[in-house]
């Protein structure tokens, strides 16, 4: 018999990204302002994330610890195309 895999699910609201990743709902709203992170509106214009977020907060957090200001993270997300998921070589480049 063939096992069913869990469904995962591909948009997370942002209380599940706060939870995830440690933030606040509400760093989460200032990072979209500040252009870092993105998110998409359902039909009832409630934001929702898709799960690559979870990347980006993680080097926002990762950065801000370090000292580096907002501005010098969205530059170095500037470079990389809207929407776009993080490989694991761009993640540790980031990061590092």
């Known amino acids: 018999m063939e096992k069913k895999l869990p469904r995962i699910k ?17 760093a989460l709203h200032f990072y979209e302002s500040k252009g ?6 359902n039909s009832g214009n409630q934001r929702r994330y898709k799960r ?3 990347r980006y907060v993680a080097i926002i ?8 200001p907002l501005a010098t993270i969205g530059e170095a ?4 195309p809207e929407g776009h998921t993080l490989s694991a070589k761009e993640w ?5």
């Open 10 to 26: 591909a948009l997370l609201t942002p209380g599940e990204v706060a939870k995830r990743s440690g933030v606040a709902v509400s």
């Open 36 to 41: 870092l992170i993105t998110s998409i509106r």
């Open 52 to 54: 690559d977020v979870l």
């Open 61 to 68: 957090k990762i950065a801000q610890r370090i000292g580096i």
């Open 77 to 80: 997300f500037g470079v990389l």
């Open 92 to 96: 540790k480049q980031l990061s590092s």
